[in-house]
């Protein structure tokens, strides 16, 4: 497997049609020259907001290399306050953003104390949620071996890697493993199509373009749309006025919007909650969601609630999704569900497989079971007041592609165990 070559020369022809469905693409360095890297991550973000058919597009550029942070460097701006700062204090991100040739960049800052609370804060989701519900970009620099503790599932990765990546290295590594939790690998940008890496004296600085003198003033609307209105929730409903607006961008929202949702109830079968349910029956796989879909719809008919389970691709790249019933305490509760299943011909005498499968994902509002539902995906509700759930898995990792899925749907979860135990 290779990544995708991205010329830095044409990134303005191939970034806004690559990343025009994303809301959150990480850009991961690759290499020992960070100066390089710096400036290719401005290049990615210059050519997103130049946006598609000539639209503008709004773009927010974050720097998460947190041991040596670059991006400011390259435009000779102030590291501090920046991200860390507004994270820390739960600040709107306009407070600590600076508008440079229509990007929104926010440095690294200097609170850098704690950057795992960085990385895995939960706000990282809001934030994702808000740029796909405004149709803008977010885009993080962050080196490889801190991709897994992202807090948020991201919509891509894209390398930035002037002679190509090994994928054998550590950061390639890293972006294996990124991708068999179900993040897509973009591509890679370097330096030309497929020579080697050039001397640094080769390399012409990339410095304001003509195009971006003009490209300002288009920009500069959408930038103030996107700090004054974006909420880091799912959708927004309503518009401030604009000083108020102003002074509450990116702020938390604890209500999201569902109105679209709420037009389609959705009657969920009913998972019991009586007791810590870790075991499930696993009756069928299926290459087709939608053939989950219905084999789930057959058994909940017969009050069996059953989850369809999204694996990571194969070494065919398939998909499969895994149908599976119930949950139950003990393997020899779930003995006994398959021998019922066999009498009442839900599946065939033999079949069924028990699976020690605790994790499962919890949407944050309910009311997204409606779009999980139309995504073929099965939601279930536990208990009959309770949380609804999408998924059973062996192991956090195999939640992944469902969470990724669902993720790019804008739908936010968070990862549970049935067993009442922390995960």
Known sequence: ??????????????VPALLQESALVVLVPVGDDARWSAEAAWGVAHAAATGTHGTPRAVALVDLCLDAPQLHQVKGVEASPGIAEAFASDAPLNEVERDIEGVHFLPAGNDLSAPGALLGSA?????????????????????????AELGTVPDGVLALAPAGVDLG?????????????????????RERWTAPQLPSRARRPQGVRP???????????????????????????????????????????????????????VDLPVLPAAAPGAWTLQLAAYGEPERAQAFADRLAAAE??????????DASGAVWYRVQVGGYATRAAVATAREACWRRGLAARGEGNP?????????????????????????VRWGAQGQVLVGAFEHPEQAAVARAHLARAGIPTTLITRTERTP
């Open 211 to 265: 195009g971006f003198v003009a490209l300002a003033a288009a920009l500069a609307i959408v930038s103030v749309a996107l700090l004054a209105t974006a909420k880091e929730s799912y959708k927004t409903t309503t518009k401030e006025p604009s000083g108020t607006a102003t002074k509450e961008a990116f702020k938390t929202t604890a209500k999201q919007s569902s109105e679209d949702d709420d037009l389609v109830p």
């Open 355 to 379: 699976l020690l499968a605790p994790y499962s994902l919890a949407l944050r509002h309910a009311a997204n079971a409606a779009r999980v539902r139309a995504a073929s995906l099965a939601p």
């Open 304 to 313: 069996l609630p059953a989850f369809v389970s999204p694996m990571a691709p």
């Open 169 to 189: 290295s550590l950061a390639g590594r890293a972006l294996l493993a990124a991708r068999e939790r179900g993040i897509p690998l973009l591509g890679a940008v």
């Open 1 to 14: 497997m290779t990544l995708r070559p991205l010329p830095r020369s044409r990134l303005d022809r191939i």
């Open 123 to 147: 706000r990282w989701d809001r934030l994702h949620a808000g740029f796909r519900a405004e149709d803008a970009l977010l885009l993080l620099c962050l080196p490889a071996e801190r991709l």
